[in-house]
């Protein structure tokens, strides 16, 4: 059997009267009904049989949205947060997961007490839009699991300048300035903690059943070759393991070293070596790739116990290439799709 999945940031799908982050960030009632219209139509090309959402504010406006479109199965696993002086105001989103296929588990991903052990964290450290965690029926095959992400983005965190009222200009420029480097670094931190989290949420997964199709979809809000998109990934060359060498390591080990990865489906696909990759966000005119469909070694056509293969990676960008549609009434992402194949004739119990 032949399933399409997919990752969609919707680009502040907050309907009226709510804003998102300043009041003045609204959508009209005519852009919405266009907004709306447009998502709709880009859900059709994409025909996936799963999708993530990203960005999500208005969670029963989605809801209905998908289900006309065909996808019966939607949730989520946590409630956008509002300002807390107006709560018409929201100040953060979720993410979601639809499905043309029962969802026989729904959970949350929280930061975890190794993670929170193993990195310099604050103990109360969380994500800063919970992934989600949703098991997927599919009939004649049996389970896959997918998780959808959306990782603290590149935007400076906001930290409190160290300057009194009196101080002279200059000394307040230097301040301001100075929190905002320690902002950008805080931002990189974030997004780092989450891709190790959710990296070792999967690998566990993995190791307990290690032939189970995996994937992450997601908005990782990084390039290919960042540290948080290898944290997340894995997919450097393992050197050694306890003093001994990659290439004197029992065949066990070995094969360990590819189970625990995580592949970029545009990898994976065929006909991609030497092709270049199609930007998912352009920002200042310059095209770059931040979002991503990962898949475990399951998946893996080189893995001679795979269960399925990748065959087909595509990337939805035709609306960000002078349309005349602003972003607002679309996305300012593109939407990237996996064609998996799954053999039915497996014996496992996934």
């Not at 979809?217 to 998109?229: A, C, E, I, K, R």
């Not at 990748?310 to 607002?328: A, R, T």
């Amino acid at each position: 059997m032949f399933i399409r999945c997919g990752t969609f940031n919707l680009y502040q799908f907050a309907a009226p009267p709510f804003s998102w982050y300043e009041k003045e960030n609204f959508y009209t009632a005519d852009e919405w009904q266009a907004k709306k219209a447009w998502i709709s139509s880009r859900l059709k090309e994409m025909d996936c049989d799963v999708i993530g959402f990203q960005e999500v504010f208005s969670i029963d406006e989605l809801k209905a949205l998908v289900n006309a479109a065909g996808y019966a199965y939607f949730d989520v696993v946590e409630q956008p947060e509002h300002d807390l002086h107006d709560t018409l105001i929201f100040t953060s989103p979720v993410v979601a997961v639809a499905a043309r296929f029962p969802l026989s588990s729904v959970q949350a991903v929280r930061f975890s007490q190794q993670s929170e052990e193993q990195l310099p964290v604050e103990a109360d450290f969380k994500y800063s839009r919970t992934p989600v965690r949703a098991e997927v029926e599919l009939p004649g095959f049996g389970n896959i699991l997918v998780y959808v992400s959306h990782l603290k983005s590149k935007r400076a965190i906001e930290l409190q300048p160290d300057y009194d009222d009196a101080d002279p200009w200059k000394k307040k420029v230097l301040a301001t300035m100075q929190a905002r480097s320690a902002g950008h670094v805080a931002a990189l931190l974030q997004r780092g903690a989450e891709a190790y989290d959710l990296y070792m949420a999967v690998s566990t997964q993995i190791e307990a059943q290690p032939d189970k199709p995996i994937l992450v979809l997601g908005d990782m809000n990084d390039d290919p070759d960042s540290t948080p998109v290898e944290a997340l990934s894995n997919r450097a060359w393992l050197f050694e393991v306890d003093g001994v060498k990659y290439q004197n390591l029992p065949m066990e080990a070995k094969v360990s070293a590819y189970q625990y990865k995580l592949y970029d489906a545009f990898n994976l696909a065929p006909n991609q070596d030497g092709l270049k990759r199609t930007p998912t966000h352009y920002y200042r005119g310059e095209g770059n790739t931040l979002d991503y469909i990962f898949v475990s070694n399951a998946l893996n056509e080189q893995n001679n116990r795979a269960v399925g293969k990748v065959v087909d990676f595509v990337v939805y960008d035709e609306h960000l290439h002078s349309d005349g549609v602003g972003n607002k009434k679309q996305s300012d992402h593109a939407q990237p799709v996996v064609r998996i194949q799954l053999n039915t004739n497996h014996e496992l119990n996934l």
